[in-house]
């Protein structure tokens, strides 16, 4: 399974411009990409955006170190 960070990667986008494409505080993609909990709704923020920069669908639970509260 994928974490976070290989997906940013894999996507070509810095931690800034995944943030600002989810619209989210860069803060808090950094702490998801960490493996530290989030709220559920960035959560899904961040991954939305990570799937449509991707042209891939993806869900929470295919991501590995993802937590959310």
Wanted: charged residues 35%; positive net charge.
């Amino acid at each position: 399974m994928p974490t976070l960070e290989d997906l940013r990667l894999e996507a070509r986008l810095s931690v800034a411009a995944l943030s600002r494409k989810a619209g989210i505080d860069m803060k808090t993609v950094k702490r998801a990409i960490d493996g530290q909990p989030v709220q559920k709704l960035k959560a899904v923020s961040i991954v939305d955006a990570l799937a449509e920069e991707l042209r891939r669908p993806l869900k929470l639970e295919e991501i590995e170190n993802l937590h959310y509260i």
